[in-house]
């Protein structure tokens, strides 16, 4: 009985706990409210470019702090998706159509162009995509129209979710790679 204890506590002792990524501890300490980890887990160019009371204050804001978190694990999951433990929830379909029409209204067309279909963005470049939200007629109308539409249930079928917009057409978002992304916003 003694040698069995003798060895459980070895074997408890040489054991060690899994290691977490830089990225998921700089997150983990993030969703916390670890303030003091996180800045200690920044890179040293950060931490001499940013003032650490600058940065605890922005960060003591709780939901400033989960959109940071939120942004930085979407970019992990789309550029580096092996530092990531703890995937980002998965999107909904309507919040793809949500996050393209406040990126075009913001005039930020690099993030408009990520939230369209892969078919969508071998199409268009951040600048013919800028252009068409702000030259065609009747584009705020048509935003206003597609969000209202994304706030009724949609129709899925498959790998799309379409919703049927009053005039005809549809608003359509297809899921690519687990994330939805726009087709249409007919």
Same mark, same amino acid.
């Given at each position: 009985?003694?040698?069995?204890?003798?060895?459980?506590?070895?074997?408890?002792?040489?054991?060690?706990?899994?290691?977490?990524?830089?990225?998921?501890?700089?997150?983990?300490?993030?969703?916390?409210?670890?303030?003091?980890?996180?800045?200690?887990?920044?890179?040293?160019?950060?931490?001499?470019?940013?003032?650490?009371?600058?940065?605890?204050?922005?960060?003591?804001?709780?939901?400033?702090?989960?959109?940071?978190?939120?942004?930085? @694990?979407?970019?992990?999951?789309?550029?580096?998706?092996?530092?990531?433990?703890?995937?980002?929830?998965?999107?909904?379909?309507?919040?793809?159509?949500?996050?393209?029409?406040?990126?075009? @209204?913001?005039?930020?067309?690099?993030?408009?162009?990520?939230?369209?279909?892969?078919?969508?963005?071998?199409?268009?470049?951040?600048?013919?995509?800028?252009?068409?939200?702000?030259?065609?007629?009747?584009?705020?109308?048509?935003?206003?129209?597609?969000?209202?539409?994304?706030? @009724?249930?949609?129709?899925?079928?498959?790998?799309?979710?379409?919703?049927?917009?009053?005039?005809?057409?549809?608003? @359509?978002?297809?899921?690519?790679?687990?994330?939805?992304?726009?087709?249409?916003?007919?």
């Amino acid at each position: 009985m003694r040698v069995l204890t003798v060895l459980l506590l070895l074997a408890a002792g040489c054991s060690t706990a899994p290691r977490v990524s830089p990225a998921e501890a700089y997150l983990g300490a993030l969703e916390r409210d670890d303030l003091d980890t996180a800045w200690s887990l920044t890179s040293t160019r950060y931490r001499q470019q940013t003032d650490r009371a600058s940065y605890v204050a922005r960060m003591s804001d709780p939901a400033a702090r989960a959109a940071h978190v939120a942004r930085m @694990r979407a970019a992990l999951l789309d550029a580096a998706p092996e530092l990531l433990d703890v995937l980002p929830p998965p999107a909904q379909p309507a919040e793809a159509v949500r996050a393209l029409v406040r990126a075009a @209204r913001a005039g930020d067309f690099v993030v408009a162009l990520r939230w369209l279909a892969a078919s969508e963005r071998t199409r268009y470049t951040q600048e013919r995509l800028a252009r068409d939200f702000q030259s065609a007629p009747g584009t705020e109308l048509r935003l206003s129209i597609a969000l209202a539409a994304v706030e @009724r249930p949609g129709e899925t079928a498959g790998n799309e979710t379409r919703w049927a917009l009053p005039g005809g057409g549809a608003v @359509r978002v297809v899921i690519e790679d687990g994330s939805p992304r726009v087709l249409a916003l007919e």
